[in-house]
């Protein structure tokens, strides 16, 4: 029987760290393919099976499913050293490596990428962005600037002319525009990148046609978003974003496929909100509860280590994330954090200026002011973390994901209820035939 789609998207919808490794993880055990679209190494998943937690950053979360192709593609930014150190890692582990492939026209970051982030991050003073400092904002720039040196670079003749032109001008940024003396040395940075790019230069490959001859072969393709749909640089809470577009409209782009070649969107949206660094989130709780929401959720980040911003579900966002990324399913995570909370308060609206609102303000202080306006509802206060489908839940959690249906129109193909593989439940079954 034929497949009812061949290419399905996983992107987050809040404000990034939303489960997207644990559902793409998931998913890839039935994939053939696994494409990353966008990001760098800011974006890490932590992924759990056999009792033993696994971490990537660039790596697509298809890695630990040995016959799985894995693909970082075009719209990506890649640190060659963080790369070399993860695969490093994942292959002392045991895990297969030789399954990934690097496209050849992806954006490398460089040493001068980074200290430029932190320099950036400096010179804002209390307009901080948050950023991860790896780098990520500063090696878009060059890419739109045109001084970018993709992985191709490497293999041209004029290659050291190349690299050499560009550590001078960001030395000359780092000197001249931030005043700093910590430039670099052009022979340790070529030695280095060099070496590693040796290393797997026979994974490198154009990610456009290996993408797309899999989606024509009739292979599953999963596209994996890094971030969410609210730290899009476009569409989200601008400036507090990230540098990239991580909603599901660049998964083509990305990789170098057209856009009718992406047939299915998911969205995973954690079952309460949390966000990293600054900007405004209507919901956010300064309590006990939103401490103890926090612990539970174990909200640190996997790549910092910094404590996450805690609160309540905000129904507009979602459904404005919803909109803006083309999602066609939702996918809760984290639910078992709430099994605790006797009553769960979900935001249904705006009020700014005494105005209600139905969608998300462009501006980023607008949503500084913003009052929510909840609705509650009782909890389950009963363990969840061994559910096996939907009809296994109490009551009041199915109320809870119905509410999230109603308001948003957008059904749910299935939720999570802890860490592990073996809590993931579909409400309905993808991937089959």
Request: glycine share 10%; net charge neutral; hydrophobic share 35%.
């Amino acid at each position: 029987m034929k497949k009812a789609y061949k290419s399905l998207v996983v992107v987050g919808t809040q404000w990034g760290d939303e489960g997207k490794g644990k559902i793409t993880d998931y998913f890839a055990q039935k994939a053939d393919m696994v494409v990353r679209f966008a990001g760098g190494d800011n974006a890490g998943h932590m992924i759990e099976f056999n009792g033993k937690r696994h971490k990537v950053t660039i790596v697509p979360s298809g890695i630990f499913s040995p016959k799985v192709k894995n693909v970082i593609g075009n719209g990506t930014v890649v640190n060659l050293e963080k790369l070399d150190t993860e695969l490093t890692r994942l292959k002392n582990d045991g895990i297969k490596i030789d399954n990934l492939f690097i496209s050849d026209r992806a954006h490398v970051i460089f040493d001068y990428h980074c200290k430029i982030d932190e320099l950036q991050e400096e010179a804002r003073k209390e307009n901080r962005i948050g950023t991860t400092k790896r780098g990520i904002g500063p090696t878009y720039m060059s890419k739109a600037s045109r001084y970018g040196i993709r992985i191709c670079d490497f293999n041209q003749p004029n290659f050291k002319a190349i690299l050499e032109e560009n550590v001078e001008h960001h030395n000359g940024l780092i000197r001249d525009l931030y005043k700093s003396n910590e430039t670099f040395s052009f022979n340790e940075i070529y030695s280095k990148v060099t070496a590693i790019y040796n290393k797997y230069k026979n994974q490198i490959v154009d990610s456009g046609e290996m993408v797309s001859n899999a989606i024509q072969e009739g292979q599953y393709v999963l596209f994996e978003g890094a971030q969410g749909v609210l730290l899009d640089i476009d569409h989200g809470t601008y400036p507090f974003v990230t540098s990239s577009n991580c909603t599901a409209n660049n998964a083509s782009t990305g990789v170098g496929i057209h856009a009718k070649e992406v047939q299915k969107v998911v969205g995973v949206v954690k079952a309460y909100n949390t966000r990293v660094g600054t900007g405004g989130m209507p919901t956010e709780l300064f309590d006990e509860t939103g401490n103890r929401i926090r612990e539970r959720g174990r909200e640190y980040g996997s790549n910092t280590g910094r404590p996450r911003r805690c609160g309540w579900l905000d129904l507009v966002a979602l459904k404005y994330a919803i909109r803006v990324g083309g999602i066609d399913e939702l996918f809760l995570t984290l639910f078992d954090v709430l099994d605790q909370e006797k009553e769960i308060k979900i935001c249904v609206g705006y009020k700014l200026n005494g105005k209600e609102m139905k969608s998300m303000p462009a501006s980023d202080q607008d949503l500084r002011s913003i009052q929510p306006i909840y609705q509650t509802l009782p909890g389950w206060n009963e363990d969840i973390t061994n559910v096996k489908s939907f009809a296994d839940l109490p009551q009041n959690a199915k109320n809870y994901l119905t509410t999230i249906v109603e308001f948003t129109n957008t059904p749910f193909l299935g939720f999570s209820v802890g860490p592990d593989r073996t809590q993931t439940i579909l409400i309905k079954e993808e991937f089959n035939d």
